[in-house]
């Protein structure tokens, strides 16, 4: 049974944790008299799962390469009211407001990853300080809510596909991409051993500018398809919508969640949207028994700690022992 349990990688460990979240949260939300199984259920776990998922995505994609991205709530806010102005209610506008949109978010994070890359400051200290930048540029350009998303690109929100939302099928199809870019394009397979061993990947041969690079651009994408989900589900820009969702420590603390090393090299996006979905559970679960909201952190703090000691256990578990018989018994056998 140890064994079978030791031969599990995080990404099913956190799977599985999931599994157990539904089965326990349905018989809490039973408990309380609540269907858990209910399609408004369901569509509550799905949407609250959209907007974080897409974040995760990105900075799972950053922490792979070794970096970090605390800039992401700042783009959402950016995003959701550039992209709200251009729009002005209008529907003809809707395309020109999400390239707009989009291609501030590439810019920024084309920014970030020169900073990263190229002037060798981590990404910590490179993403506060340009997350700062636009921080001050939304609170002194921006009081309060700005222009309106029109009818047709509120649908984007409003649509369903029998019990699923749109904006959740438009993040699956964001984690495929990204899934498919890992494990089958050079950049994928580049991504992992820059976050590795940085040294050893140069001295490789790769350009290790490159991968970071385009970690920072993808994320930067991503936290602006968010804003851009936020602003069809809002109806206006907001330029505290991403600060105020906490999705800078909340994207991390669900990518390490989901089995990612947070110093780079190892993990996946399939464990990050577990990892996700767990979050969504525990809030829909505890949102069903009116908590308050301090004990909810609390609840996801203690989570998030777990979690993380558990995979440091299994790290240590599976080195080799120094000085053991275990390993010249093995050595023995195969010899004979």
Request: one cysteine or more.
């Amino acid at each position: 049974m140890r064994a079978r349990l030791a031969a599990l990688d995080s990404t099913m460990i956190v799977w599985i944790v999931l599994l157990i979240s539904v089965v326990v949260g349905s018989i809490i939300t039973a408990i309380e008299g609540r269907n858990f199984f209910s399609v408004g259920n369901i569509d509550n776990v799905l949407t609250t799962m959209t907007i974080l998922g897409l974040i995760a995505i990105g900075q799972t994609l950053v922490i792979l390469a070794g970096s970090l991205d605390l800039s992401v709530p700042f783009v959402v806010s950016l995003s959701s009211v550039l992209a709200g102005g251009i729009m002005a209610g209008q529907t003809s506008n809707i395309v020109l407001g999400v390239v707009a949109a989009l291609a501030v978010a590439v810019v920024f994070g084309l920014v970030n990853g020169l900073i990263v890359s190229l002037l060798h400051v981590h990404g910590f200290i490179a993403t506060l300080g340009t997350g700062l930048v636009v921080s001050g540029y939304l609170g002194s350009n921006y009081q309060g809510s700005h222009g309106s998303a029109p009818y047709a690109f509120r649908l984007l929100d409003a649509t369903r596909i029998g019990p699923v939302p749109v904006a959740t099928l438009i993040m699956l199809a964001c984690a495929g991409l990204a899934v498919l870019m890992l494990r089958r394009t050079r950049l994928g397979h580049h991504l992992y051993a820059v976050g590795g061993n940085a040294d050893v990947a140069r001295m490789s041969g790769l350009r290790t500018q490159v991968p970071i690079i385009a970690a920072h651009v993808i994320c930067s994408v991503t936290a602006a398809l968010a804003g851009l989900l936020l602003l069809a589900r809002l109806g206006v820009g907001q330029p505290t919508v991403g600060s105020q969702g906490g999705y800078d420590l909340m994207s991390i603390a669900a990518v390490v969640l989901g089995g990612t090393l947070l110093a780079g090299g190892k993990g996946s996006i399939v464990g990050t949207i577990a990892g996700v979905g767990i979050f969504a559970v525990l809030d829909n679960v505890m949102g069903v028994m009116e908590l308050n909201p301090f004990l909810k952190d609390v609840v996801r703090g203690i989570v998030i700690v777990v979690a993380v000691a558990v995979y440091a256990r299994r790290e240590i578990d599976r080195r080799p022992e120094r000085f053991g018989s275990a390993a010249p018994a093995e050595t023995t056998e195969v010899a004979r």
